[in-house]
């Protein structure tokens, strides 16, 4: 399994824009960048996957650098309730076993 | 539609104890994988049910087992219980080799004694 790297910590005011970023520098072909996230004393959730196109949902945004080493997920509109754990995962699709390392501590301010 | 539900929320034991934790995937999910947090750390696998077999496992000793019944939901067992497993326990369910995403349950609190 690939192995990401992620900032300990970051903080974002709140209604601004957090860019997490997330270096995947030995990412296979056919492996996707996953963003799950951790509110305190509760379960993952699911934010958003991409291969290699930037995507987007309702949640958040995910770009990812075009030789596929590095991405990053944004927010656009950051709210107290986005402060969590972000967690950048490099996985194949099917039968996952993510692998999680010790993310991003994300904080937002008043 | 319930998402995963696992039980209890917490649980205190001895060590050298045994315990079981149980957990229900989501409607229409057939694939459940259990993972193990300790404080200040990210989830760590421990290993996947589908068709009431085990996977695939993670780098956990034969004290931690597991078993998926035919409505899909599952059980992990530790037992000899160590201090060091005191963690929270999370299960996460899937639609087996099509799924883009898991869904977590809220996790049970062990506390080992």
């Known amino acids: 399994d690939a192995k990401t790297t992620q900032p300990t910590s970051m903080d974002c005011a709140e209604g601004r824009a957090a860019n997490l970023p997330c270096n995947h520098s030995?990412?296979?072909?056919?492996?996707?960048v996953y963003w799950y996230r951790q509110i305190h004393s509760q379960g993952p959730q699911y934010i958003i996957h991409?291969?290699?196109n930037n995507e987007t949902n309702e949640m958040a945004s995910l770009i990812i650098t075009e030789d596929r080493k590095s991405s990053t997920l944004i927010l656009p509109h950051a709210t107290l309730r986005d402060t969590a754990v972000y967690y950048c995962i490099v996985s194949y699709t099917g039968f996952q076993k993510l692998v999680f390392g010790t993310g991003t501590r994300l904080l937002v301010s008043p | 539609d319930a998402g995963v539900t696992q039980s209890p929320t917490h649980l205190i034991k001895t060590r050298g104890q045994q315990v079981t934790l149980r957990c229900s995937p989501k409607s229409g999910h057939d694939t459940v994988s259990w993972y193990q947090q300790a404080l200040g750390q990210g989830p760590q696998f421990i290993f996947q049910y589908y068709e009431e077999e085990e996977r695939q496992r993670g780098n956990f000793p034969d004290r931690f087992s597991g078993h998926q019944f035919p409505n899909y939901s599952s059980e992990l067992n530790v037992n000899a219980l160590l201090l060091g497993d005191s963690a929270l326990y999370l299960c996460?369910?899937?639609?087996?080799?099509?799924?883009?995403?898991?869904?977590f349950g809220p996790g049970t609190r062990l506390t080992v004694t």
């Open positions: 996460a369910s899937s639609l087996g080799g099509a799924d883009y995403e898991q869904y």
């Open positions: 030995t990412i296979s072909g056919n492996e996707y």
């Open positions: 991409g291969l290699k």
